[in-house]
């Protein structure tokens, strides 16, 4: 789906600017504040650019909690999760109050309901989005699966060569597909779901997935989660599909040189001479209304993970 262009939210003279939305009076502060110093892109330009893909992004941080990560100073100053906003939002932000397993506490994270929280987040200096796989209504059944692709000292071409192994697996499933740049060094590869199965049951599809990778590139890939088990080579992650692990939405820029931007593809745009920078916050929008939300699927109907593994089976 295609949307109207919007305009930017902020003009280019004020540092500090007030701006009405959803009902709520936001203030935008030093708005003229470098956050990328090589290419000279400034806060101002981030928030316009979050206003601005709105109607893209807000899809897939709706309703969900948010572990934002925050760089005040932009992507050369000290960054810090700001996860537990407890006190420290306004009023009308809404939370979801969650008890962690692993360390006993309570947090209340922050959770997308329109693009002023998106906006609210973004003054905060969060240069990526970071939402959980799941929503708050069905906190325990994520929406998607992933396949995340991490070069570790390999070529970008052995991530986009592991990225074709996996859809070629996924296609002998039946298993429908959905890749993205990463906007840092990798692939990730999202399957839809729609919030059927648990976090546990994901983990475990994604695992066979990636052994499966694995042993059709032994020689580029690794499954070890540790680093030094890996020898340097591509790791196919398939342990972020957990509770409250992330990855940055569609869409998000990154805290990365050249203010890059985590695109949804096409399957045949994965291949030769594809390039993280190829797509950034100078011309991401432009690519975004010519292509529409290509990435729509991933939180449309979900697979059927019970014919999947009778296929599998039927395969051995």
């Given at each position: 789906?295609?949307?109207?262009?919007?305009?930017?939210?902020?003009n280019?003279?004020?540092?500090?600017?007030?701006?009405k939305?959803?009902?709520?009076?936001?203030k935008?502060?030093?708005?003229?504040?470098?956050?990328?110093?090589?290419?000279?892109?400034?806060?101002?330009d981030?928030?316009?650019?979050?206003?601005?893909?709105?109607?893209?992004?807000?899809?897939?941080?709706s309703?969900?909690?948010?572990?934002?990560?925050?760089?005040?100073?932009?992507?050369?100053?000290?960054?810090f999760?700001?996860?537990d906003?407890?006190?420290k939002?306004p009023?009308?932000?809404?939370?979801?109050?969650?008890?962690?397993?692993?360390?006993?506490?309570?947090?209340n994270?922050?959770?997308?309901?329109?693009?002023?929280?998106l906006?609210?987040?973004?003054?905060?200096?969060?240069i990526?989005?970071?939402?959980?796989?799941?929503?708050?209504?069905?906190?325990d059944?994520?929406?998607w699966?992933i396949i995340?692709?991490?070069?570790?000292?390999?070529s970008?071409?052995?991530?986009?060569?592991?990225?074709?192994?996996t859809?070629?697996?996924?296609?002998?499933?039946?298993v429908?597909?959905?890749?993205k740049?990463?906007g840092?060094?990798?692939i990730?590869?999202?399957?839809?779901l729609?919030?059927?199965?648990?976090?546990?049951?994901?983990?475990?599809?994604?695992?066979v997935?990636?052994?499966?990778?694995?042993?059709?590139?032994?020689v580029?890939?690794?499954?070890?989660?540790?680093?030094?088990?890996?020898?340097?080579?591509?790791y196919?992650?398939?342990?972020?599909?957990?509770?409250?692990?992330?990855?940055?939405?569609p869409?998000?820029?990154?805290?990365?040189?050249?203010?890059?931007?985590?695109m949804?593809?096409?399957w045949?745009?994965?291949?030769k001479?594809?390039?993280?920078?190829?797509?950034?916050?100078k011309?991401?929008l432009?690519?975004?209304?010519?292509e529409?939300?290509?990435f729509?699927?991933?939180?449309?109907?979900?697979i059927?993970?019970?014919?999947?593994?009778?296929t599998?089976?039927?395969?051995?």
């Amino acid at each position: 789906m295609r949307h109207k262009a919007r305009k930017t939210l902020l003009n280019p003279s004020e540092d500090i600017q007030v701006k009405k939305m959803n009902g709520h009076d936001l203030k935008f502060t030093n708005l003229g504040k470098i956050y990328w110093p090589v290419e000279k892109i400034t806060k101002r330009d981030l928030l316009n650019y979050y206003y601005q893909v709105t109607p893209y992004i807000l899809p897939y941080l709706s309703d969900r909690p948010q572990s934002m990560n925050r760089h005040p100073d932009g992507i050369n100053g000290p960054s810090f999760y700001f996860k537990d906003i407890t006190g420290k939002a306004p009023e009308w932000i809404e939370t979801f109050l969650y008890h962690s397993e692993s360390d006993g506490r309570d947090r209340n994270y922050l959770v997308v309901k329109d693009e002023a929280s998106l906006l609210y987040m973004a003054s905060l200096g969060c240069i990526e989005m970071n939402p959980w796989h799941s929503r708050v209504e069905s906190v325990d059944y994520p929406d998607w699966c992933i396949i995340d692709l991490d070069p570790g000292k390999n070529s970008f071409e052995d991530v986009i060569k592991a990225a074709r192994v996996t859809k070629d697996i996924l296609d002998s499933l039946g298993v429908d597909s959905y890749p993205k740049t990463s906007g840092s060094t990798g692939i990730h590869i999202y399957i839809p779901l729609a919030a059927v199965y648990t976090y546990d049951q994901s983990r475990e599809f994604a695992r066979v997935v990636a052994r499966m990778v694995n042993e059709k590139l032994p020689v580029i890939t690794s499954i070890e989660r540790m680093v030094k088990d890996r020898k340097g080579k591509l790791y196919i992650d398939f342990l972020q599909n957990r509770p409250q692990a992330t990855i940055c939405a569609p869409y998000s820029i990154r805290p990365k040189p050249g203010a890059t931007v985590s695109m949804p593809l096409h399957w045949e745009e994965v291949k030769k001479g594809l390039k993280m920078k190829d797509f950034n916050i100078k011309n991401g929008l432009e690519r975004i209304r010519m292509e529409g939300d290509i990435f729509k699927p991933v939180i449309g109907k979900g697979i059927d993970l019970l014919k999947v593994i009778n296929t599998y089976t039927a395969s051995k």
